[in-house]
């Protein structure tokens, strides 16, 4: 039995000297920004981006692409269609043709020094107008079967690079977009930390909040319970009745539930922001400012800085970027399109060396153009919607300054304000705290009721709690 009782104190000991974790805010704010799923997102989000920017690059390069195809034809090809017989001219010494030796035709004269063939018939007719009507001595066969080729199976292919010259500026604005794509995922990341940070900010005040709430909530309880126990002694002594001490017993039951709820809202708190922090619902832990002994000291940057440095600032003016190349995209839509294409062929049978049933091919480099004439109206139509976007994201963007003008000198506002109600609220507690005092002393002495006593204590709660 010794023994037991040995090791449970001995390992309430170790508890007690085993120091509680202390959490800083910037502690706070880094796990938060490890553990977050939207800010995982987020950063892929932002890859995506960069890598459509490297995307958008490639377009102003070369690009090489290689093709291949087969096919199988039912028939092949042929250039006959039965055997053909051409006329073969007998020449004269000088390499002229020999008219009379290369035709049966008989001849006639037509004019002096002009003689003219005969047809069948026996009539004169002019050879050039009616070369059917000449009889060939001798011809030589020009078969069918040699004017057919073998296209049965068919293998083609090319190698081939095509390269932008002149695109109307479109590519350098398809880039430019990729780009401003990027510099908005960036700062649509930077507005999720930078709320998630905010998150962090007040679930971490608001623990110290609620921390010191119930430590209020106990103070006030032990000021109660000591009423009580002054009471239950003055009853004994008969210098107080039962109805001041159910009075005390009434506001101790309060302080009780206040008490109660307090530690419940830290424990809900606590939890709130584990949650962000990436942590187990039920770690333990005390925060570094729960004392609130130290004062935050608020640095008031100019508007048109703050302005500049919020994210939702960046990112509309990231969106007007966009919409500022897309016009230009539009406006290239009007600008001819030049390229410069090579090709490397080849293709069996070999088309270039007499239809020959082996591979084949060539070189060919050309330059293309496209030179947009007429399309009813499309591109200009599509040019004034881009402007109108365009205007529309430069309204917004100024829109979105002016808000958070406003807002910024409103908080501004707010600021000076709780500084002046800090103040007062300072005034105001060293006030209740003195009027506590002397019901205290006037109550020890007997000079002032529990009554008195129980309101100079609300009092005093009252101006704790605004604080």
Request: glycine share 4%; proline share 3%.
């Amino acid at each position: 039995m010794k023994k037991k009782v040995l090791v449970i104190i001995a390992l309430i000991t170790s508890i007690q000297m085993y120091p509680q974790k202390i959490l800083q805010l910037e502690e706070c704010r880094q796990l938060a920004l490890k553990h977050n799923k939207s800010l995982q997102m987020a950063q892929e989000s932002v890859n995506a981006a960069r890598e459509l920017k490297k995307a958008a690059f490639t377009q102003f390069l070369p690009n090489f692409s290689a093709n291949g195809t087969y096919n199988w034809n039912q028939k092949n090809l042929s250039l006959l269609s039965e055997d053909k017989y051409l006329p073969v001219y007998n020449l004269n010494a000088d390499g002229s043709p020999n008219y009379a030796g290369s035709w049966n035709n008989k001849w006639t004269q037509v004019a002096p020094s002009t003689y003219a063939p005969l047809d069948a018939n026996g009539v004169p007719f002019d050879p050039k107008a009616n070369p059917e009507k000449i009889q060939w001595k001798n011809s030589a066969l020009l078969p069918k079967s040699a004017m057919e080729f073998d296209i049965h199976n068919i293998f083609a292919g090319t190698i081939g690079f095509t390269q932008p010259i002149f695109m109307g500026g479109k590519i350098k604005e398809l880039y430019n977009i990729a780009h401003y794509g990027e510099n908005l995922a960036m700062a649509q990341q930077e507005n999720k930390i930078t709320e998630l940070l905010l998150e962090v900010d007040e679930a971490y005040w608001r623990v110290v909040s609620v921390e010191n709430k119930v430590a209020l909530a106990k103070e006030y309880r032990n000021l109660i319970a000591k009423v009580d126990s002054n009471v239950t002694v003055m009853i004994e002594e008969g210098v107080a009745t039962k109805a001041e001490s159910l009075k005390v017993k009434v506001k101790l039951n309060e302080a009780e539930m206040t008490l109660t709820k307090a530690e419940d809202g830290l424990n809900l708190s606590k939890m709130a922001l584990n949650q962000l922090c990436g942590m187990q619902l039920d770690e333990s832990y005390k925060l570094a400012d729960q004392d609130l002994e130290s004062e935050t000291v608020t640095q008031l940057i100019p508007i048109e800085k703050a302005i500049d440095n919020r994210p939702e600032i960046k990112a509309l003016t990231q969106v007007e970027n966009i919409a500022r190349s897309n016009e230009k995209i539009m406006k290239s839509r009007f600008m001819p399109n030049i390229g410069l294409t090579g090709n490397y062929l080849i293709s069996n049978p070999n088309v270039y060396n007499g239809y020959e049933k082996e591979l084949g091919g060539m070189f060919t480099v050309g330059v293309v153009a496209n030179i947009p004439l007429f399309h009813f109206g499309d591109r200009l139509h599509t040019l004034n919607a881009a402007k109108s976007q365009r205007k529309i994201a430069t309204l917004q963007l100024e829109e979105t300054k002016e808000k958070i003008q406003l807002q910024i000198q409103q908080n501004s506002y707010k600021l000076g304000e709780s500084i002046r109600k800090k103040i007062a609220t300072q005034r105001n507690i060293e006030q209740a705290q003195e009027n506590l005092r002397y019901a205290t002393e006037g109550f020890d002495a007997g000079i002032i009721t529990s009554t008195d006593l129980l309101s100079a204590q609300t009092a005093w709660l009252s101006a704790k709690e605004t604080d």
